[in-house]
């Protein structure tokens, strides 16, 4: 896959005329059915390739914003949340989420507030 060029299609819909922008999204569209992958697909297999080349985009200096590292608390969470078998794209979303948190020790806040809601949910739900 010419990521370069994907890239290039992508960053052409942050445009304001919409006939180019569902231009390129169909575009983009259009070189995922060649490559036989979807979106999400694409996703998990650059998160991959990145972890195995020794994690390019999961060790990255810490964000400006407020970092959470309650290790109790949001163990917690994880755990309510995989004994209810997530399934789908939450489940990737959710083990993504937990091997950031697992490789760097702290959740972003938009993590934080994912993780919390759905872990919070889940020990609800008993």
Same mark, same amino acid.
């Given at each position: 896959?010419?990521?370069? @060029?994907?890239?290039?299609?992508?960053?052409? #819909?942050?445009?304001? $005329?919409?006939?180019?922008?569902? &231009? %390129?999204?169909?575009?983009? &569209?259009?070189?995922?059915?060649? /490559? *036989?992958?979807?979106?999400?697909?694409? $996703?998990?297999?650059?998160? +991959?390739? %990145? %972890?195995?080349?020794?994690? /390019? !985009? #999961?060790?990255? /200096?810490?964000? @400006?914003? !407020?970092?959470? !590292?309650? =290790?109790?608390?949001?163990? %917690?969470?994880?755990? &309510?949340? $995989?004994?209810?078998?997530?399934?789908?794209?939450? @489940? !990737? $979303?959710?083990? +993504?989420? =937990?091997?950031?948190?697992?490789?760097?020790?702290?959740? #972003?806040?938009?993590?934080?507030? /994912?993780?919390?809601?759905?872990?919070?949910?889940?020990?609800? *739900?008993?």
């Amino acid at each position: 896959m010419d990521y370069v @060029k994907l890239i290039k299609l992508l960053r052409m #819909t942050e445009g304001s $005329f919409d006939g180019e922008c569902l &231009n %390129a999204i169909r575009k983009a &569209n259009a070189m995922l059915a060649e /490559a *036989d992958i979807n979106w999400e697909e694409l $996703f998990v297999k650059i998160v +991959s390739e %990145a %972890a195995a080349q020794g994690g /390019a !985009t #999961t060790q990255q /200096a810490k964000p @400006k914003g !407020t970092v959470y !590292t309650d =290790h109790d608390e949001i163990d %917690a969470y994880f755990r &309510n949340i $995989f004994r209810d078998g997530v399934k789908g794209s939450f @489940k !990737t $979303f959710i083990e +993504s989420v =937990h091997e950031w948190w697992e490789q760097n020790g702290y959740l #972003t806040e938009k993590q934080y507030n /994912a993780v919390k809601k759905a872990g919070s949910r889940a020990w609800n *739900d008993i």
